[in-house]
């Protein structure tokens, strides 16, 4: 099925507060494979997303009475599968099996991550991934990284090849991607937006 007008919507979202089984078929076929191209996107998995998709369809099911009808239903979906997908960043923290599907995400979106931590409302998560740096480390990322240097110009100061310069930069992104499993919610805060951007565009 096509997407939907607003009217069509409104139409369907009043049967379906007054728990028309049809009126929410019609919803799910309308939305259920955009839902599922932005969790792909977003969590790098059919089943994952597919997963995430059918617990925003209870969802939307089981709080049917108190839907508005005067919007796009499309939105409200989009929030919520995203909330799911951002409680699945939460149990990766703690559960090995949903780790496992987060260490993709974080090679594939580092480059968003690394410029949001570089932001100065993440300089509290920023510091204390650099503490963990070993000293020659930690001298090199912040040369490179938060004063802007080049390879060249750190491995000039600090008497070093820039091979070295190279190899301790890569260690510590490497810490950094191991590091931030331990703050999903930042992870998925920058994943999700830059996520959600891409499928409402």
Same mark, same amino acid.
């Given at each position: 099925m096509n997407v939907l007008s607003l009217s069509e919507e409104q139409d369907l979202l009043r049967r379906l507060r007054e728990g028309d089984r049809d009126a929410f078929e019609c919803i799910y076929k309308a939305y259920h494979y955009r839902l599922i191209g932005h969790l792909i996107r977003l969590l790098k998995s059919t089943d994952l997303a597919q997963e995430v998709v059918q617990d925003t369809f209870v969802a939307l099911w089981d709080?049917?009475?108190?839907?508005?009808?005067?919007?796009?239903?499309? /939105?409200? =979906?989009?929030?919520? @599968?995203?909330? *799911?997908?951002?409680?699945?960043?939460? *149990?990766? @923290?703690?559960?090995? *099996?949903?780790? @496992?599907?987060?260490? /993709?995400?974080?090679?594939?979106?580092?480059?968003?991550?690394?410029?949001? =931590?570089?932001?100065?409302?993440?300089?509290?998560? =920023?510091?204390?991934?650099?503490?963990?740096? /070993?000293?020659?480390?930690?001298?090199?990322?912040?040369?490179?990284?938060?004063?802007?240097?080049?390879?060249?110009?750190? @491995?000039?100061?600090?008497?070093?090849s820039i091979h070295t310069v190279h190899t301790q930069i890569k260690r510590a992104n490497q810490l950094i991607k191991e590091t931030l499993i331990q703050y999903p919610d930042f992870l998925a805060a920058v994943l999700l937006s830059t996520s959600l951007a891409v499928s409402l565009n």
């Open positions: 709080s049917r009475s108190k839907l508005q009808v005067e919007n796009s239903i499309l /939105p409200y =979906l989009y929030r919520v @599968a995203s909330n *799911k997908a951002f409680n699945l960043f939460r *149990k990766a @923290a703690h559960d090995q *099996k949903y780790r @496992a599907y987060l260490y /993709p995400i974080l090679e594939e979106g580092y480059e968003q991550i690394e410029t949001r =931590l570089f932001h100065k409302e993440q300089r509290e998560i =920023l510091q204390n991934i650099i503490y963990k740096m /070993p000293e020659r480390q930690r001298q090199i990322f912040i040369r490179c990284k938060l004063d802007g240097k080049t390879y060249e110009e750190v @491995a000039t100061e600090l008497q070093l």
